[in-house]
Nanobody, 123 residues
């Protein structure tokens, strides 16, 4: 089992920034690609960003491209999501997820999930 714990959520005004972090334990972190997903109230969970096991590859949803940056620190077993120029439509619970081997945009291909952290962007 891999445990994932997110932190860093909160309330921010539109145009502001937040940095989410996810701490992993229980498995060899470098065996996993990592992803961030989000779920707004009444909507399905959607892909936000993913990063390869080495950090050399990243992928973003069109809605966040140019505003969000995913990164990982394999020495600390952490993955982060820097969110800039936040918009009210970014309001959601954000989840960290781990997948063996390659990155994926598909939530059902991820093996482990964190409990989520709430991000609220006020207008």
């Amino acid at each position: 089992q891999m445990q994932l714990v997110e932190s860093g959520g909160g309330l921010v005004q539109a145009g502001g920034s937040l940095r989410l972090s996810c701490a992993a334990s229980g498995r060899t972190f470098t065996s996993y690609a990592m992803g961030w997903f989000r779920q707004a109230a009444g909507k399905e969970r959607e892909f936000v960003a993913a990063i390869s096991w080495s950090g050399g590859g990243t992928y973003y949803a069109d809605s966040v491209k140019g505003r969000f940056t995913i990164s990982r620190d394999n020495a600390k077993n952490t993955v982060s999501l820097q969110m800039n120029r936040l918009k009210p439509e970014d309001t959601a619970v954000y989840y960290c997820a781990a997948r063996v081997a390659r990155m994926s945009l598909e939530r059902n291909e991820y093996n482990y999930w964190g409990q989520g952290t709430q991000v609220t962007v006020s207008s």
